[in-house]
């Protein structure tokens, strides 16, 4: 084993110590923690089918491109059988499931497997979905895979989730906002709930990459660099009705979350500085000369994204998703 394959196993041990030492931080008492049951209508009451045909009201009311991006973000969330095992793969780390790295993996799946349900259930009652062909892009997404561009090395991997999370915040928290002007609070209050789990997990994420950065200063900065010369992708990047090829309808996704500014291509810019700032890469020091280029090229990004942001036009609708109703 070469040097620094030692020494990336040796700092992933010790973070994964503190991801143990730090799970209750991020994590909530599965006994206590909200489940989907907690906000959709109850099957054992009276009122069930008076809830319903409210809710079904209330959904009436949600514009289509909200509706074509709360389906995206539901099945997005949905693929979740895909993200778990891409994180048990990783490099360097132990496979010990009472270990720091399997059980937070673990852990973290069965808080993110609830989004999915809660969203998912919604959607079925709405009577605005065509549900056959969204579990059809579900199970595609499953089955096709994806590719992130992180491989299996755990500092990547950090980089991107800690990208991510804060994305996925982004969007929920948008679309809440965005149901509640619509006259949807139920909605509102599920992705209320959803974006607030996603801004914890962020904050988890940050923090052990934040740990990389203090112990493997060199490599955690290559590896930010690297993700970013990549660009983040998102995980539904594969997404695809039936009848299409792998990706095609994630770009008509992308353009009604940009066209509603639910997620746009300034959000990502912002993102990006959120992270400088939190690792505080402008203050690192006892960088080599590979870890300084690395730090200039992500100090420059930013700026550059933005330019090119200021000259994007937004996107007009001109697609009909197969999940929705006419």
Not at 139 to 155: E, K, R, S, W
Not at 170 to 181: D, F, P, T, W, Y
């Amino acid at each position: 084993m070469s040097f620094f394959a030692e020494k990336r196993r040796e700092v992933m041990l010790h973070i994964e110590g503190y991801m143990l030492e730090v799970m209750d931080t991020y994590l909530k008492p599965i006994d206590t923690n909200w489940q989907p049951s907690d906000f959709l209508p109850d099957s054992t009451s009276d009122t069930f089918f008076q809830d319903i045909k409210q809710l079904r009201e209330n959904a009436d009311g949600l514009s289509y491109d909200l509706v074509a991006v709360l389906i995206g973000d539901t099945i997005t969330e949905e693929a979740l059988p895909t993200y778990e095992s891409w994180l048990t793969m990783v490099d360097d780390i132990t496979k010990n499931e009472q270990g720091g790295w399997m059980k937070w993996v673990r852990h973290w799946t069965a808080e993110e497997n609830r989004h999915g349900d809660l969203l998912n259930k919604y959607l079925y009652l709405s009577g605005r979905v065509d549900m056959r062909q969204m579990e059809i892009s579900t199970q595609y997404l499953i089955a096709d895979g994806f590719d992130i561009g992180t491989g299996h090395d755990p500092y990547r991997n950090f980089v991107y989730t800690s990208f991510q999370e804060l994305a996925t915040n982004i969007s929920h928290r948008r679309v809440a906002s965005m149901a509640k002007k619509d006259g949807d609070v139920l909605l509102s209050r599920m992705c209320g709930v959803i974006a607030s789990d996603e801004a914890r997990h962020a904050k988890a994420y940050k923090d052990f990459m934040a740990k990389i950065f203090e112990v493997d200063p060199n490599e955690a900065m290559v590896a930010f660099e690297d993700m970013m010369r990549k660009k983040i992708v998102m995980p539904a990047h594969f997404l695809r009705e039936m009848g299409l090829k792998i990706g095609q309808t994630f770009g008509h996704f992308t353009d009604a979350a940009q066209r509603l500014g639910v997620y746009t291509a300034v959000d990502y810019v912002e993102i990006m500085q959120q992270l400088i700032e939190e690792w505080k890469l402008d203050s690192m020091r006892d960088l080599n000369e590979t870890g300084e280029k690395a730090r200039d090229y992500i100090m420059a990004l930013p700026n550059r994204l933005l330019r090119v942001a200021d000259r994007m036009k937004n996107p007009t609708m001109d697609y009909k998703f197969s999940w929705i109703h006419s």
